[in-house]
Nanobody, 125 residues
Framework: QVQLVESGGGLVQAGDSLRLSCAAS????????MGWFRQAPGKEREFVAS????????YYADSVKGRFTISRDNAKNTVDLQMNSLKPEDTAVYYC??????????????????WGQGTQVTVSS
């Protein structure tokens, strides 16, 4: 019912900025909290940021706090991730998903579904 497509990734230098976008199709986008996760080669998928259904509440991993900002526009069915002061450690494939479960915490990937294809972010030193 909801399909997600991530875009905006690329190759940048340390200290640069990127803005990722997640576009949703289908109904009831505003009914779901949304999250951004990332996965680097050889590592598990990890939580980056999440945002509540109406955008009033946001949550960030400690590793990106103060550098990344998550936002959403329910009228356009989009969720963005503004990434500033990028570091080589931020290199990963970035995914967005909708939260479909509240049996655990917001930073558990198993709480989410409808993962997009991901967008590659590469930060050189």
């Amino acid at each position: 019912q909801v399909q997600l497509v991530e875009s905006g990734g690329g190759l940048v230098q340390a200290g640069d900025s990127l803005r990722l976008s997640c576009a949703a199709s289908g109904r009831s986008f505003s009914s779901y909290a949304m999250g951004w996760f990332r996965q680097a080669p050889g590592k598990e998928r990890e939580f980056v940021a999440s945002i509540s259904r109406n955008g009033d509440s946001t949550y960030y991993a400690d590793s990106v706090k103060g550098r990344f900002t998550i936002s959403r526009d329910n009228a356009k069915n989009t969720v963005d991730l503004q990434m500033n002061s990028l570091k080589p450690e931020d290199t990963a494939v970035y995914y967005c998903a909708r939260r479909v479960s509240y049996s655990g915490s917001y930073y558990f990937s198993r709480e989410y579904a409808g993962w997009g294809q991901g967008t590659q972010v590469t930060v050189s030193s």
